[in-house]
């Protein structure tokens, strides 16, 4: 007997990750991986959270932090973001932060609060893995997202109706996105909002990476360009995604939501009906760790990863075949190479692991339709120089002797 018979119609549309699998090759090595977006471990702030959790498990504190918690999360680390998000422009307090566990599981809450099957997600061509997989398992329609303005919000209504449904939001993440590493304009993200509000819809701000700023001058997020606009939270359809796994730890998996309290009331619902809450003790460490020197901290995480993206680009410049093309971040983990046409992303990893042990993600994998086999996605916070460099070569070598013949496409 299987019980395959009974899976929901949904579960057709859940597939494995290309980066969770790829990520498994990290154990061997002698592969030199840019495949998962993974932060640096040698700058983790483990001995400040080593001073939190010790103080969160002594005499005392033992009990709220190893108990069960509101499902809105820990009273003091919402106030800490609520001071943080008016900082960006943003003014909230602690009502309008949801914790979540990490913001994959955002995506996830938000997927199911707003798509019903056959509606429309607008999304980045490309766009990030995971927020195709979250969204999936709701059965939506993806459509891409513009934001230069040159299609009109009657384009988008019409192909969403034709498709049983109608639009639901707009999901980007505007600075140094995963997996391209590009940061929209003002006007870009002002474009995005007026589209929203023509077609009546939500925008979903994925913030991971918009502390990780190198260089150039901050954007404001689109969350502060609406209350800008409106001034009041309350009156504002963009819901704004942050999480501390880029910045403080990715293994105690804390994110939130910062929007109108309509929308986080139903994101508390949805929490206690799947895990309660995001676990106590990493919302309190987080919280004691955050609010005693995450400026400090962010600042030197900055000046590492600067210069490990400043190595990867400058190896790329030596070592890219003609025909490549890549972009260049002003932050973030990603540097997105464009290949010459007829060349597969996927067929090309599978030689370069086999001739040079070089890994990296094949970009089909974060466009919803399947299409962009000539890209991929390089991360630069994960390896050190020596492995950028070492692995850049490796990676010349694999394209050369694919353009001259050495492997087909």
């Known amino acids: 007997m299987s019980l395959d018979q009974f899976f929901a119609t949904r579960i ?29 471990p040698a700058m983790f702030p483990a001995a400040a959270f080593r001073d939190a959790m010790t103080r969160a498990l002594s005499d005392g ?3 709220q932090s190893l108990q069960y918690s509101t499902s809105e999360g820990y009273p003091p680390l919402r106030r800490w973001i609520a001071d943080h998000m008016r900082g960006l422009g943003i003014d ?88 391209t590493g590009v940061t929209l304009t003002r006007t870009e993200r002002e474009n995005i909002l007026q589209l929203a509000e023509d077609l009546d819809c939500a925008v979903i701000e994925d913030a991971a990476y918009q502390s990780l700023r190198y260089e150039g001058e901050p954007v404001p997020p689109i969350l502060a360009l609406e209350y800008a606009r409106k001034g009041d939270i309350e009156a504002c359809r963009t819901i704004y995604c942050g999480s501390f796994s880029k910045t403080l730890s990715p293994g105690l998996r804390v994110g939130w939501v910062c929007a109108a309290r309509s929308v986080i009331d139903r994101l508390v619902l949805l929490k206690q009906a799947g895990d309660l809450h995001t676990p106590t003790l990493n919302q309190v460490a987080i919280a004691e760790v955050a609010a005693n020197g995450f400026d400090d901290h962010i600042a030197a995480l ?46 090309l990893l599978q030689h370069a692991l086999k001739t040079e042990r070089v890994a990296f993600v094949p970009g089909a994998a974060f466009y919803a339709d399947g299409s962009g086999r ?13 492995q950028i460099e070492e692995g850049i070569t490796r990676l010349g070598r694999v394209l050369r002797d694919c353009s001259t013949g050495g492997q087909s496409s």
């Not at 199911?112 to 927020?131: E, H, I, N, R």
């Not at 000539?374 to 020596?386: I, Q």
């Open 61 to 63: 504190q033992q009990a």
């Open 92 to 179: 909230c307090d602690e009502d309008n932060i949801q914790i979540t566990s990490g913001s994959q599981q955002a995506l996830d809450y938000l997927g199911k609060l707003f798509l019903s099957p056959c509606d429309t997600a607008l999304v980045g061509w490309p766009t990030y893995l995971g927020a195709l997989g979250a969204f999936n398992a709701y059965e939506p329609e993806f459509d891409r997202l513009d934001p230069n303005g040159n299609r009109s919000a009657n384009d988008f209504r019409a192909q969403a109706e034709a498709k049983g449904g109608r639009v639901k939001f707009a999901y980007l993440s505007p600075d140094f996105a995963n997996p």
């Open 12 to 40: 057709s549309r859940m597939i494995a990750s290309e980066i969770r699998e790829l990520l498994k090759l990290l154990d061997q090595p002698d592969v030199i991986s840019f495949a998962g977006g993974i932060p640096d």
């Open 302 to 347: 900055c000046r590492h990863y600067s210069h490990r993206r400043d190595r990867m680009l400058a190896a790329l410049e030596r070592h890219m075949p003609p025909g490549v093309s890549w972009t260049r971040p002003e932050g973030g983990m990603f540097v997105w190479l464009t290949l010459p046409k007829g060349m597969d992303g996927a067929d």
């Open 374 to 386: 000539n890209s991929m996605r390089l991360n630069f916070s994960s390896p050190d120089p020596m």
